[in-house]
């Protein structure tokens, strides 16, 4: 994913089928950055795409939660987010669990993000996808 002319992460999506549907778990998707971010500003844009899908309701919800969990994060670092098959969603950093959100309209609303029909990148999507 570039925004404007910088690269900003490599995205893959894995699912058991290796197809993805919208609302089947489990999932991973893995975000693999391209130079550095702080969590404060990783939190920020998860607000901005959410206010983009009309999410309203969720802007601002879980900055805590996100901030208390997720590290700075350094060129070459993954995060990645991973839900079981009752769409409960664990963050990973590198491959260390991170923690998880106890509500369960967040692992569908995370993931829309990426995967949305009004995702505002949809190139991006229809890659993670595989279209």
Same mark, same amino acid.
């Given at each position: 994913?570039? *925004?404007?002319?910088?690269?900003? *992460?490599?995205?893959?999506? &894995?699912?058991?089928?290796? #197809?993805?549907?919208?609302?089947? =778990? ?5 975000? /693999?950055?391209? @130079? ?15 206010? =983009?899908?009309?999410?309203? &309701? ?29 769409? @409960?969603? /664990?963050?990973? =950093? ?5 923690? #998880? ?5 967040? &692992? ?7 995967? #949305? ?7 991006? @999507? ?6």
């Amino acid at each position: 994913m570039a *925004y404007l002319f910088w690269d900003v *992460y490599n995205a893959t999506l &894995a699912t058991p089928s290796g #197809s993805y549907v919208t609302g089947e =778990h489990p999932v991973k998707l893995t975000l /693999t950055y391209l @130079r550095d971010f702080a969590a404060k500003d990783i939190v920020k844009a998860t607000n901005e795409q959410w206010q =983009h899908l009309g999410k309203q &309701a969720l802007v601002n919800k879980y900055d805590a939660q996100l901030l208390a969990m997720w590290p700075d994060i350094k060129k070459g670092e993954a995060l990645s987010f991973v839900t079981n098959t009752a769409a @409960r969603g /664990t963050f990973y =950093h590198n491959g260390t669990e991170l923690g #998880s959100i106890d509500d369960d309209q967040f &692992a569908d609303s995370f993931l829309a993000i990426w995967l #949305s029909e009004n995702t505002s990148e949809p190139a991006l @999507r229809k890659k993670l996808i595989g279209q």
